[in-house]
C-alpha cells in the first residue's frame, strides 16, 4: 500500500526537511517488505490559498482516487505508536492502494474535507505547527514500520 502526505506549505532546506527526509528513506526502505510504501510527499503552495475553504480543492485534487483519507486534526482521535500501526497493517490488509495523510495551512483543515475523511487524527492535546506535524507524522509511519517488523526501534 502506497502512502501520500498532502500537505499545504513546502519544506524549506533545513533540519525540518532533513528530518522529514531521513524519516521517508527509513521507511521506505523498511516498508518495502510489509507491502507498505513507498511514501511521498505532494507539498501544495499556502501562497495560492490563504484559507482553510481556498485550500480544501487543492487539497483534495492532491488525494489519490480510492484512497484510504486520514485527516490530522486537533479535534482527532490519539492513537498510540502501536494502535497507529495497526491502523496501516489492517488498511493495507482490507486491500486499500492507498493511505493518503492530509495536513492543512496554519489554520487547519475544512470542515467539509475533515468530515470526508475515513480516519481524524490528533498528533497531541497540543497544537503544532504544519510543518512540525509533518515531522512528526513521517517519524510515526517509519515507527509504524518498524514496530510491524518487530524492530527493536520502538520500545514499549
Avoid at 502506497?2 to 526502505?29: E, H, Q, S, T, W
Avoid at 497531541?124 to 506535524?133: D, G, I, K
Amino acid at each position: 500500500m502506497k502512502l501520500r502526505i498532502c500537505a499545504m506549505g513546502r519544506l524549506r532546506k533545513g533540519p525540518g526537511r532533513a528530518l522529514v527526509d531521513d524519516y521517508l528513506a527509513r521507511f521506505n526502505r523498511t516498508g518495502r517488505a510489509l507491502s507498505l510504501g513507498p511514501c511521498e510527499e505532494h507539498e501544495l503552495d499556502e501562497r495560492k490559498a490563504a484559507t482553510p475553504a481556498a485550500q480544501a480543492p487543492l487539497l483534495k485534487r492532491a488525494i489519490p482516487e480510492g484512497a484510504h483519507v486520514v485527516a490530522l486534526d486537533e479535534r482527532g482521535a490519539m492513537l498510540s505508536s502501536p494502535e497507529f500501526a495497526r491502523l496501516l497493517a489492517d488498511t493495507r490488509d482490507r486491500g486499500a492502494h492507498c493511505m493518503a495523510f492530509v495536513i492543512g495551512g496554519a489554520d487547519g483543515l475544512d470542515a467539509e474535507l475533515r468530515a470526508r475523511a475515513d480516519t481524524v487524527l490528533s498528533l497531541s492535546h497540543m497544537v503544532w505547527p504544519h510543518m512540525l506535524a509533518r515531522v512528526m507524522l513521517t517519524e510515526q509511519i517509519y515507527r509504524a514500520a518498524t514496530i510491524l517488523s518487530g524492530s527493536p526501534y520502538h520500545r514499549d
